[in-house]
Nanobody
Framework: VQLVESGGGLVQAGGSSRLSCVGS????????MAWFRQAPGKEREFVAG????????EYADSVKGRFTISRDKAKNTIYLQMNSLKPEDTAVYYC?????????????????WGQGTQVTVSS
């Protein structure tokens, strides 16, 4: 599976942005998917995950109520809608695939990764 993220950029605090991740080369619709992020000098962390069916999602506490993950199986695409952005959301955002099952927050469980897209939130 190949994953390509897009949609990052510079956003003002309080603003919104939407990231996209397009998958190809595999049974994309059968994978659970997630967004992770890595800020400068920090470990990569789980942001949001969604079941292969799209029926359930989980979020890190730091983004609950502000971010929404969704998927369009017909387009082999997942999205991350980010609202009320804060400077601490500044990071490189990655999408990743996982086996079906429950949503896992540990990055070691994920198999394929995109190249990442930079999101910078200015104060």
């Amino acid at each position: 599976v190949q994953l390509v993220e897009s949609g990052g950029g510079l956003v003002q605090a309080g603003g919104s942005s939407r990231l996209s991740c397009v998958g190809s080369g595999g049974a994309f619709i059968l994978y659970n998917m997630a967004w992770f992020r890595q800020a400068p000098g920090k470990e990569r962390e789980f942001v949001a995950g969604i079941l292969w069916s799209g029926e359930r999602a989980e979020y890190a506490d730091s983004v609950k109520g502000r971010f929404t993950i969704s998927r369009d199986k017909a387009k082999n695409t997942i999205y991350l809608q980010m609202n009320s952005l804060k400077p601490e959301d500044t990071a490189v955002y990655y999408c990743a695939t996982d086996r079906p099952g429950k949503i896992i927050t540990a990055e070691d469980d994920y198999d394929a990764w995109g190249q990442g897209t930079q999101v910078t939130v200015s104060s």
